[in-house]
């Protein structure tokens, strides 16, 4: 049964600390999607990688969010220094470039900047 | 911005009624997708339409489109209490970029 997954879970961590979100897309999936789901803003695209290379981080504050896909199996997102305004449930999804685009999601990491 | 907006925001309805939910979008599309998500879980793809569809079945989901009005509408027949989440619709747009712009949702409670 293949799936998304992510690590932490969840995270509680306070201002000015470094957070690290993992990602392992489904095998065989050649697009990553980093999301980000508040109940104010809904759920916010941060960053879409295809076959490992940044196609768009437009959505991403980049003073202190970084995106990368160190491998195929890999996908992290990087917050440094964290804020309280960060606080979020941060999904990645996985899928394929070819065909019609359905979005596999992984459970999230429920963020708390404290 | 968001693409596609859901309506209503909320539907409260009993089990065993059908409960409807509509999307509106803005561009032309390649195909529009909805997803379930539970609460506190990722989302999940239900089903599908391409933009040259206008109706499509699955199960006791049935999902209308009309491109020329920009919508779409999501019919769950015979609700049960496990159909409670949110519900998204996502439009794949023709940019080549292969993403979907996800809509604000419908929150839905099947009370029993």
């Known amino acids: 049964d293949a799936r998304v997954t992510q690590t932490p879970r969840h995270k509680v961590t306070e201002m000015g600390q470094e957070v690290t979100m993992r990602c392992q897309p489904i095998?065989?999936?050649?697009?990553v999607f980093w999301y980000r789901q508040t109940m104010m803003q809904g759920l916010e695209l941060l960053a879409y990688?295809?076959?490992?290379?940044?196609?768009?981080d437009s959505g991403m504050p980049k003073d202190r969010f970084s995106a990368e896909m160190p491998d195929a199996t890999l996908a992290t997102l990087k917050i440094q220094p964290s804020e309280p305004r960060d606080s979020a449930v941060y999904f990645c999804?996985?899928?394929?470039?070819?065909?019609?685009?359905?979005?596999?999601f992984g459970p999230g990491t429920r963020l708390t900047v404290t | 911005s968001q693409q596609g907006e859901e309506d209503p925001q909320a539907l409260s309805i009993q089990e065993g009624e059908n409960a409807t939910m509509n999307c509106s979008y803005k561009?032309?599309?390649?195909?529009l997708q909805w997803y379930r998500q539970n609460s506190g879980r990722g989302l999940v793809h239900l089903i599908l339409?391409?933009?040259?569809?206008r109706e499509k079945h699955s199960g006791r989901l049935r999902v209308t489109l009309d491109t020329s009005k920009k919508s779409s509408s999501l019919l769950i027949t015979a609700s049960r209490a496990a159909d409670t989440a949110s519900y998204f619709c996502?439009?794949?747009?023709?940019?080549?970029?292969?993403?979907?712009?996800f809509g604000t949702g419908t929150r839905l409670l099947v009370s029993p």
């Open positions: 999804a996985s899928g394929l470039a070819q065909g019609l685009h359905e979005q596999y």
């Open positions: 095998l065989g999936h050649n697009t």
């Open positions: 990688f295809r076959n490992r290379a940044p196609l768009d």
């Open positions: 561009t032309s599309i390649n195909n």
């Open positions: 339409i391409r933009s040259n569809e």
């Open positions: 996502a439009t794949d747009v023709p940019t080549g970029f292969q993403k979907l712009v």
